[in-house]
């Protein structure tokens, strides 16, 4: 027994001694695998861009330290005071010159409370982990700190000391979207991070340890409070005295306006610097570790006088729950862009302000509706007289219910002509429009104009294109518009003012300048919107202007774009969270903005005027017909454009007054119907009608005609004559079988065959008339 127990011992203690080496090996090779990967300085250089921003005559704008809407200034260790160094090295990292990556006892510390936690309770984060969680944010778990650990044994590997903490504080987050302590400096407080003093050095060195909850313009107090922490200790570890803290703590600080150094225009400063960081590497503006200096076509009084009146809107608006607009303004003459604002308020975070409605993407309304119609009359779908039907139409969509575009009235206006339909937003002319057009071409003219966004399918869009069914943004609106109001020139808007100059007449063009000319025309034109409008809404001013309003469905966004002969401005009012406003339309929304804007625009000189279409001459139609007016003519006598070719036509005949079988339906819902009364016809019931009736159950079907004298009028059903004459209506008990109704007066006659059938038979055909679209 006493020999068995040394062996026993002795034997535990080689294993013992064997897994501590084989430990201390596998330690070792996991340990030296960084140095196999390591990450040197240059895998992490930050190549932001600075910019300093003008407008066009030269006026501040502001400076943008970096792209992604975040503001970094790139500076080497040297230019940072050594106060902040030594404060953040206090604060976060107090032995960060003694030890490696890890702090050890302090991470076996933090394992072991987060064994017994079961999650992350007190943290053992040198400065180089701290770096390797900003370069991969991840959340603070337990496999994540391993994950962290492995990155900063890479970092140690590749990087000196310097080079670690150098990279940590040009990345620190500094509060709302700055990073780095030289874009917190300049911010803040209007100066460089190699100017600040100990005060300065002390609030921002306490700023990283919660950059949100201690933003020094929201929580001054709480960041002074972490000052003071940072304070005692730079005394504790003798890097300042007592004396010197105590007056640091009580020095009092100017902060620089919380825009951030911008004093203008950010969301067109973000919009910009990005572009330009993302442009080509061979560009001169494109030179990492400078500052460049930017002159942009933007006018600062103009943009300024916007950013307040949307605020004033908003502020009128607040009780219909309206909360955000966007504008901006384009110069025809050049394509320069004049004004852009993204929002009431860039800086308010509460209320979404940095959202750039500029750029969002949302549902258009009728504002898509010109191209649609300047297409159809390019192609030579429709002429300027057209009549277009504005009534009750059903469209048969797979896998859904029938479709029956309707305008917000709900009302139908029966025959229109193309003006009227357009200026007044009439959503059944534009539906069947689109149907002629079809869906395809008229998507692939709308990414000519620039509507890069629309990117699914015709189908995906459907009929529902031609009201705004697809996402756009206000710029591509806008842009759009610029095409129209230069007759069709494609062009693209500029920013940059070296860059600008007039619009060449050889430029690239859609069509030809007519049918841009003719639709201005008709967008121009007060009394043409009346009917929507009214004569005397926000749209109408003292000199020529073409507009056009959109309103998306559930009212979640309003717009109004359109342009004089010198600028084309477009607005946007609604809620960037999609929610929908409270009895607000494009002419109560986004109208009195632009409304305000472009009389500021004009307020020391008025526009030209648009030019007339060229080859176009205008003559008297009947409202109702688009005709040559005649004696019966029921809708008013105005004047409309004929192509020069179509004069003689114009005059050939005598035109008659017919409606076709499309607007029946329309038809049997007026009380008094006027526009028939040269033709005798039935409108109740319509042709291929059928009934369906319960077994012994009593309805009536009214049977409806309109006559175009008052001779008496003859019933016939089936060919027998009922006794009732010299009536235009009258009801009749629904009685199962096929049916054929004629009425005659004098020498005119008309006849339709209806069906009425028993709820427990198959009918013989269709179960509701379907307009026909063709026509």
Known sequence: MNRILPQILACFRHRAIRTIFILFCLGGIVRSLPYFAPIHAEDIQQKDVAFEFSDRNHLPLGTVLSSDQNQTAIVTLSQVSPNFINGIIAAEDQRYYQHGAIDYIALIRSILEAFQAKKIVSGASTITMQLARLLEPAPRTLPNKFGEIWLSWRLSAGMNQQQILEAYINRLPMGGNLYGVEAAAKTYFNTS?????????????????????????????????????????????????????????????????????????????????????????????????????????????????????????????????????????????????????????????????????????????????????????????????????????????????????????????????????????????????????????????????GFQHLIHSPDYYGLGLSLGSGEVSLWELAKAYLIMANQGKIINPNVILSQSQLIDPNLPSIDTAVPWQLITNMLSDPHARSYSFGIDSVLNLPFPVAVKTGTSSNYRDTWTVGFTTDYTVATWVGNFDGEGMQNVSGVTGAAPLWNRIVLYLHETQEPANFSKPLGFVQLPICATTGLRPTSDCSGGIVLEYFDLKSVSKYHQKLPQIKLNSEYNEWLSRQSHPQLTKNQLKIISPQADDYFVINSGETSELEFKITTPSQQPVEWWLNGKKLKLQSANSFFWSLQPGQWTLTVKQGTQQDTVDFQVQIADKKPYHRGFSLVDTNQ
């Open 193 to 449: 991070a190699s100017e600040l003093n100990l005060a300065q050095a002390s609030l921002l060195a306490a700023l990283p340890n919660d950059p949100t909850d201690l933003n020094p313009y929201d929580n001054l107090l709480g960041l002074k409070k972490r000052q003071n922490y940072v304070l005692k200790r730079m005394v504790e570890d003798g890097y300042i005295t007592s004396i010197q803290a105590e007056r640091a703590a009580q020095e009092k600080l100017t902060f620089q306006p919380k825009q951030q150094g911008i004093i203008a225009a950010p969301h067109f400063l973000f919009w910009l610097t990005e572009k330009l960081t993302h442009s080509s590497a061979s560009d001169p503006l494109i030179q990492n570790g400078s500052t460049h200096y930017i002159k942009t076509t933007l006018d600062r009084p103009l943009q300024q006088f916007i950013e307040s009146q949307i605020q004033q809107i908003i502020i009128s608006l607040k009780d219909h729950n309206v909360h955000h607009a966007a504008a901006i303004v384009i110069d025809n003459h050049s394509g320069d862009v004049l004004a852009y604002v993204g929002s009431a308020d860039y800086f308010n975070t509460d209320k979404l302000g940095r959202n750039d409605g500029v750029q969002a993407l949302r549902q258009p309304g009728s504002t898509l509706k010109p191209f649609l119609y300047e297409l159809a009359l390019a192609e030579g779908i429709i002429q300027p007289n057209t009549i277009l039907a504005d009534v009750p139409s059903y469209y048969g969509i797979p896998g859904a219910k029938l479709y029956s575009p309707t305008d917000y009235s709900e009302t139908f206006l029966g025959p229109v002509r193309v003006r009227v339909a357009l200026a007044n937003s009439l959503n059944v002319p534009a539906v069947k429009l689109l149907e002629k057009v079809t869906v395809p071409v008229f998507l692939e003219r709308l990414k000519q104009l």
